[in-house]
Nanobody, 115 residues
Framework: QVQLVESGGGLVQPGGSLRLSCAAS????????MGWYRQAPGKERELVAA???????NYADSVKGRFTISRDNAKNMVYLQMNSLRPEDTAVYYC?????????WGQGTQVTVSS
């Protein structure tokens, strides 16, 4: 199993940028998929971005061109760079890891985009 801890959330103005970090408690080399979900008030939890062990990435249509996920296996870290933020990006962001048949979740970090 693996523990995940997110950091980097906060309050930013529309058009601003924020970088989220996810620290894993052990090596993530063998974890096939790591990614980020988010959940806004009154909405379902949605997949924002995901990356595989080979470095392939996928993004939700709503964040394409604005968000970038990256993975550093040597440091057991996953990042989400968020640019051109919009108020509708406001949500709790969760780091996730999928290993074999199990899925792990972090506690989440709040991102608020407001003027």
């Amino acid at each position: 199993q693996v523990q995940l801890v997110e950091s980097g959330g906060g309050l930013v103005q529309p058009g601003g940028s924020l970088r989220l970090s996810c620290a894993a408690s052990r090596s993530i080399f063998s974890i096939n998929v790591m990614g980020w979900y988010r959940q806004a008030p009154g909405k379902e939890r949605e997949l924002v971005a995901a990356t595989t062990t080979g470095g392939n990435t996928n993004y939700a249509d709503s964040v394409k061109g604005r968000f970038t996920i990256s993975r550093d296996n040597a440091k057991n870290m996953v990042y989400l760079q968020m640019n051109s933020l919009r108020p509708e990006d406001t949500a709790v962001y969760y780091c996730t890891a999928v290993e074999s048949i199990r899925m792990y979740w972090g506690q989440g970090t709040q991102v608020t985009v407001s003027s």
